[in-house]
């Protein structure tokens, strides 16, 4: 990917704020009501609104990456515990032999990442989410990343688009990626 359209990605994105819109438009700022009324927008209804969580922000990264003929991968990662069940959703692809995590919505990563293979990009990320999310992962089996889910062709709920994701294969960092 040249340089060019990088930089168009990153003033793409640099459009969008970290926030989210519930089925009836209002935009929020602040997790309260998420699970209940959050709306998954479609890549042409952020670039309205401006503002949108990790999900929203991945098909909209999904479709820049799509029109610049990268094939990237969408990935969801979540941790079941008890009532919380912490997700991030992240986008990697293939280029010049390396592995590329971009990222925008994780303010505290955003950028371009080149990783050596998919299992070293997988544990950087899962690690940091681990740790930003303060996980203590008493069962490994609780913290899933669904590997390569396909993009929604509508509007989700929370627990709809979970659903969604969770269709998708469960990647093990341990093993081969194909």
Known sequence: MSRE??????????QIDYGWVDF???????LKGFSKTYALQLPNELLESKLGVCWDQVELER?????AGIDAQAFFIVYYDDDKYPTHTFILFEED??????EHAWEMFAGW??????????????????????????????????????APSKKLGCLDFYHHCEKSPHFKPEEEHE
């Open 97 to 102: 032999g390396k592995v590329i995590w971009y």
């Open 63 to 67: 479709k820049l990456f799509d029109d």
């Open 24 to 30: 009836s438009g209002e935009k929020h700022t602040e």
């Open 113 to 150: 990442h080149e990783f050596d293979n998919w299992q070293d990009a997988m544990r950087t990320i899962r690690d940091n989410f681990i740790k930003v999310e303060k996980i203590d992962v008493k069962n490994p089996l609780n913290l899933v990343i669904c590997e390569n889910y396909p």
């Open 5 to 14: 359209y990088r930089e168009k990605i990153d003033e793409v994105m640099s």
